[in-house]
């Protein structure tokens, strides 16, 4: 058994691609991924073995998706409002995200997608004015 292989597992968490190691876990930012998958160029956080497995699981995008506040009710009667913010892929894909994640990439359907960049500071500045 080969001691130097280090213990890396990818799960999947609140829709987001996230690494497990003996030191706890990381979220790997949507440009490490797409450096790794699309243009080959690895990192600590995203190796070679690492995309080696990935693509085995998964179908990833180069294309962004776009983040769009919903505003929804939650009850039959309407009387309860709650906002989310929902991921949309071009083929109409959506998922709801997990804002306290500070995630820039989700996975839908088995298929990672990164954000359009800047999209998660404009959705703040949104929130912040209301």
Not at 6 to 18: A, K, P, Q, T
Not at 57 to 83: E, H, Q
Not at 89 to 100: A, L, M, V, Y
Request: hydrophobic share 40%.
């Amino acid at each position: 058994m080969n001691e130097n292989i280090e213990f890396r597992e990818w799960n999947i968490v609140d829709g987001v691609l996230s690494l497990i190691t003996i030191s706890g876990s990381s979220i790997p930012t949507a440009d490490e991924i797409y450096s790794a998958v699309f243009e080959h160029i690895y990192s600590a956080s995203v190796t070679l073995r690492d995309v080696d497995s990935l693509e085995k699981r998964f179908s990833f995008s180069r294309y962004p998706v776009s983040l769009n506040i919903i505003l929804k009710s939650n009850n039959d009667n309407g009387s309860r409002i709650i906002l989310a913010i929902q991921a949309k892929s071009e083929n109409g894909d959506c998922e709801s995200i997990s804002w306290q994640q500070h995630a820039d990439h989700i996975v839908i359907d088995n298929t990672w997608f990164p954000f359009t960049p800047g999209s998660q500071n404009d959705i703040q500045s949104i929130l912040d004015s209301a």
